[in-house]
Protein backbone atom coordinates (compact mmCIF):
# COMPACT_ATOMS: atom_id res chain seq x y z
CA UNK A 1 0.00 0.00 0.00
CA UNK A 2 3.03 2.52 0.73
CA UNK A 3 4.57 1.82 -2.38
CA UNK A 4 1.50 2.77 -4.19
CA UNK A 5 1.88 6.47 -2.42
CA UNK A 6 5.28 6.51 -2.94
CA UNK A 7 4.75 5.18 -6.83
CA UNK A 8 2.67 8.76 -7.41
CA UNK A 9 5.17 11.24 -5.73
CA UNK A 10 8.44 10.28 -6.30
CA UNK A 11 8.30 7.31 -9.22
CA UNK A 12 12.30 7.85 -9.17
CA UNK A 13 13.48 10.58 -11.08
CA UNK A 14 16.16 12.43 -11.60
CA UNK A 15 17.55 15.75 -13.02
CA UNK A 16 18.39 14.03 -16.46
CA UNK A 17 15.07 12.43 -16.97
CA UNK A 18 13.52 16.21 -16.37
CA UNK A 19 16.39 17.37 -19.15
CA UNK A 20 15.67 14.68 -21.83
CA UNK A 21 14.61 16.57 -24.93
CA UNK A 22 14.87 13.13 -27.43
CA UNK A 23 12.26 13.18 -29.51
CA UNK A 24 9.28 11.58 -28.22
CA UNK A 25 7.77 8.28 -29.94
CA UNK A 26 4.37 8.30 -31.70
CA UNK A 27 3.09 5.67 -29.22
CA UNK A 28 4.07 8.41 -26.08
CA UNK A 29 2.37 11.30 -28.11
CA UNK A 30 -1.28 9.42 -28.28
CA UNK A 31 -0.48 8.38 -24.72
CA UNK A 32 -0.45 12.47 -24.17
CA UNK A 33 -3.15 12.75 -26.33
CA UNK A 34 -5.20 10.31 -24.60
CA UNK A 35 -4.12 11.77 -21.02
CA UNK A 36 -5.46 15.70 -22.32
CA UNK A 37 -8.40 15.09 -23.65
CA UNK A 38 -9.12 12.80 -20.13
CA UNK A 39 -8.48 16.02 -18.29
CA UNK A 40 -10.29 17.98 -20.17
CA UNK A 41 -13.27 15.97 -19.53
CA UNK A 42 -12.20 16.06 -15.84
CA UNK A 43 -12.11 19.68 -15.64
CA UNK A 44 -15.80 18.99 -17.43
CA UNK A 45 -16.95 17.32 -14.70
CA UNK A 46 -16.04 19.41 -12.02
CA UNK A 47 -17.24 22.24 -13.55
CA UNK A 48 -20.66 20.95 -14.53
CA UNK A 49 -20.84 19.71 -10.37
CA UNK A 50 -19.89 23.62 -9.12
CA UNK A 51 -22.64 24.88 -11.54
CA UNK A 52 -25.37 22.59 -10.43
CA UNK A 53 -23.73 23.04 -6.63
CA UNK A 54 -24.29 26.84 -7.09
CA UNK A 55 -27.48 26.59 -8.65
CA UNK A 56 -28.80 24.79 -5.79
CA UNK A 57 -27.57 26.44 -3.20
CA UNK A 58 -23.83 25.61 -1.52
CA UNK A 59 -25.38 24.92 1.58
CA UNK A 60 -27.44 21.60 0.95
CA UNK A 61 -24.00 19.67 -0.25
CA UNK A 62 -22.07 18.05 2.34
CA UNK A 63 -18.48 19.46 1.65
CA UNK A 64 -16.50 17.10 3.98
CA UNK A 65 -18.44 14.36 2.06
CA UNK A 66 -16.96 15.23 -1.14
CA UNK A 67 -13.13 15.95 0.10
CA UNK A 68 -13.67 12.87 1.23
CA UNK A 69 -14.55 11.09 -2.21
CA UNK A 70 -11.87 12.75 -3.65
CA UNK A 71 -9.71 11.64 -1.43
CA UNK A 72 -10.72 7.88 -1.06
CA UNK A 73 -11.66 7.94 -4.96
CA UNK A 74 -8.11 8.81 -5.75
CA UNK A 75 -7.43 5.72 -3.75
CA UNK A 76 -9.76 3.86 -5.13
CA UNK A 77 -8.41 4.58 -8.86
CA UNK A 78 -4.83 3.78 -7.88
CA UNK A 79 -5.89 -0.01 -6.53
CA UNK A 80 -8.35 -0.31 -9.05
CA UNK A 81 -6.16 -2.48 -11.27
CA UNK A 82 -5.58 -0.83 -14.96
CA UNK A 83 -7.62 -3.51 -17.15
CA UNK A 84 -10.96 -2.03 -15.64
CA UNK A 85 -10.55 0.99 -17.73
CA UNK A 86 -14.29 1.80 -17.78
CA UNK A 87 -14.92 1.68 -14.11
CA UNK A 88 -11.58 3.69 -13.13
CA UNK A 89 -12.59 6.06 -15.83
CA UNK A 90 -16.03 5.98 -13.89
CA UNK A 91 -13.39 6.92 -10.84
CA UNK A 92 -11.71 9.44 -12.22
CA UNK A 93 -15.04 11.24 -13.01
CA UNK A 94 -16.39 11.10 -9.59
CA UNK A 95 -13.04 12.59 -8.08
CA UNK A 96 -13.48 15.55 -10.66
CA UNK A 97 -17.41 16.18 -10.01
CA UNK A 98 -16.58 15.91 -6.22
CA UNK A 99 -13.56 18.67 -6.91
CA UNK A 100 -15.82 20.66 -8.40
CA UNK A 101 -18.43 20.17 -5.21
CA UNK A 102 -15.57 20.80 -3.26
CA UNK A 103 -14.47 23.71 -4.82
CA UNK A 104 -17.99 25.61 -5.45
CA UNK A 105 -17.70 26.50 -1.77
CA UNK A 106 -15.08 28.96 -2.76
CA UNK A 107 -16.54 29.88 -5.91
CA UNK A 108 -19.82 31.26 -3.71
CA UNK A 109 -17.53 33.24 -1.56
CA UNK A 110 -15.88 35.15 -4.86
CA UNK A 111 -19.55 35.63 -6.06
CA UNK A 112 -20.39 37.23 -3.02
CA UNK A 113 -17.34 39.62 -2.69
CA UNK A 114 -17.13 40.20 -6.31
CA UNK A 115 -18.95 38.53 -9.35
CA UNK A 116 -16.05 39.48 -11.22
CA UNK A 117 -13.18 37.42 -9.07
CA UNK A 118 -14.71 34.59 -10.66
CA UNK A 119 -14.16 35.60 -14.12
CA UNK A 120 -10.50 37.25 -13.27
CA UNK A 121 -9.91 33.84 -11.94
CA UNK A 122 -11.43 32.08 -14.56
CA UNK A 123 -9.07 33.94 -17.39
CA UNK A 124 -6.16 34.10 -14.98
CA UNK A 125 -5.62 29.98 -14.60
CA UNK A 126 -6.10 30.03 -18.34
CA UNK A 127 -3.55 32.99 -19.46
CA UNK A 128 -1.03 33.28 -16.65
CA UNK A 129 -1.47 29.83 -15.65
CA UNK A 130 -1.15 28.60 -18.89
CA UNK A 131 2.26 30.66 -19.22
CA UNK A 132 3.85 30.83 -15.53
CA UNK A 133 2.73 28.49 -12.96
CA UNK A 134 0.87 25.89 -15.07
CA UNK A 135 4.31 25.63 -16.89
CA UNK A 136 6.24 24.46 -13.64
CA UNK A 137 3.77 21.90 -12.48
CA UNK A 138 2.66 20.68 -16.22
CA UNK A 139 5.70 20.43 -17.96
CA UNK A 140 7.04 18.94 -14.45
CA UNK A 141 4.45 16.04 -14.43
CA UNK A 142 4.19 15.87 -18.28
CA UNK A 143 8.10 14.99 -18.62
CA UNK A 144 7.22 11.96 -15.80
CA UNK A 145 4.07 10.82 -17.89
CA UNK A 146 6.59 10.84 -21.01
CA UNK A 147 9.45 9.05 -18.67
CA UNK A 148 6.47 6.42 -17.41
CA UNK A 149 4.81 5.89 -20.43
CA UNK A 150 8.28 5.14 -22.60
CA UNK A 151 8.92 2.69 -20.05
CA UNK A 152 5.90 0.98 -20.45
CA UNK A 153 3.20 2.32 -18.33
CA UNK A 154 0.16 3.60 -20.01
CA UNK A 155 -1.90 4.57 -17.57
CA UNK A 156 -4.37 7.41 -19.33
CA UNK A 157 -6.32 7.90 -15.66
CA UNK A 158 -3.74 8.10 -13.42
CA UNK A 159 -1.43 10.21 -15.63
CA UNK A 160 -4.47 12.40 -16.31
CA UNK A 161 -5.22 12.55 -12.11
CA UNK A 162 -1.77 14.04 -11.62
CA UNK A 163 -2.70 16.63 -14.31
CA UNK A 164 -5.68 17.23 -13.18
CA UNK A 165 -4.98 17.90 -9.43
CA UNK A 166 -2.37 20.20 -10.43
CA UNK A 167 -4.62 22.40 -12.38
CA UNK A 168 -7.20 22.40 -9.31
CA UNK A 169 -4.56 23.51 -7.18
CA UNK A 170 -3.61 26.55 -9.46
CA UNK A 171 -7.63 27.31 -9.98
CA UNK A 172 -7.95 27.23 -5.91
CA UNK A 173 -4.33 29.19 -5.64
CA UNK A 174 -5.62 31.95 -8.15
CA UNK A 175 -9.16 32.29 -6.56
CA UNK A 176 -8.24 32.65 -2.99
CA UNK A 177 -5.26 35.84 -4.21
CA UNK A 178 -7.87 37.48 -5.93
CA UNK A 179 -10.22 37.69 -2.86
CA UNK A 180 -7.35 38.45 -0.45
CA UNK A 181 -6.77 41.17 -3.16
CA UNK A 182 -10.40 42.33 -3.73
CA UNK A 183 -11.27 41.50 0.38
CA UNK A 184 -8.93 44.94 1.28
CA UNK A 185 -12.15 47.04 1.72
CA UNK A 186 -14.94 45.91 0.62
CA UNK A 187 -17.66 43.80 2.23
CA UNK A 188 -19.65 40.34 0.82
CA UNK A 189 -22.52 41.24 -0.82
CA UNK A 190 -25.94 39.81 0.47
CA UNK A 191 -27.07 37.12 -0.21
CA UNK A 192 -30.38 37.52 -2.70
CA UNK A 193 -31.41 34.39 -2.73
CA UNK A 194 -33.28 34.83 0.92
Not at 62 to 81: D, H, K, N, R
Not at 126 to 146: E, P, R, S, W
Not at 178 to 189: E, F, I, T
Amino acid sequence: MMNMFGARSSSQWNMATMMKTSGITEDVQQHLVRVYATLAACVLSAMLSAAVTLAFGPERFAFMGSSLVSTLGSIWLYMEPVQNYNMRFGILMMISAAMGLTVSTLVAVAIQVDPSILVSALLLTTLYGGLFMFCGYVVFDTQMIIEKASMGDKDVLKHTLDLFMDLMSIFVRILVALLKKNNGGSKPRSNHRD
